[in-house]
């Protein structure tokens, strides 16, 4: 299981954030997704810890809790849906772009 925690502030780091987690048990992972883009954080990120009781434990006390001052948004992560494959070469023009029609 991993925990989705939202709203985050923007300064927040990995280091930050496992240290709240760490008051309800151990943090094996934490993950800050950033914008392909900008490399800017995107508010929100993951949490994996030691065991089921202690996610719960952590969502109990964190779900809506003010740190950084921002609301946290703290729940059960759900999967990450399989949204297909995209692209794969196709002609997304209009047709002939060359002018003249010769060839």
Same mark, same amino acid.
């Given at each position: 299981m991993s925990i989705y925690v939202g709203n985050l502030s923007y300064e927040v780091t990995q280091d930050t954030l496992s240290a709240v987690f760490a008051e309800y048990g151990s943090v094996k992972r934490v993950q800050l997704p950033t914008d392909r883009e900008t490399g800017r954080l995107r508010g929100f #990120?993951?949490?994996? @810890? *030691?065991?089921e009781a202690e996610e719960?434990?952590?969502?109990?006390?964190? $779900? #809506?809790?003010?740190? @950084? *001052?921002?609301d946290l948004k703290v729940n059960q992560a759900k999967?990450?849906? $399989?949204?297909g494959s995209f692209g794969g070469g196709g002609?997304?023009?209009?047709?002939n772009r060359g002018?003249?029609?010769r060839y």
């Open positions: #990120g993951f949490v994996e @810890m *030691g065991t719960a434990a952590a969502i109990e006390a964190l $779900d #809506g809790a003010e740190w @950084m *001052g921002r999967p990450k849906e $399989d949204r002609n997304r023009g209009g047709g002018g003249g029609g």
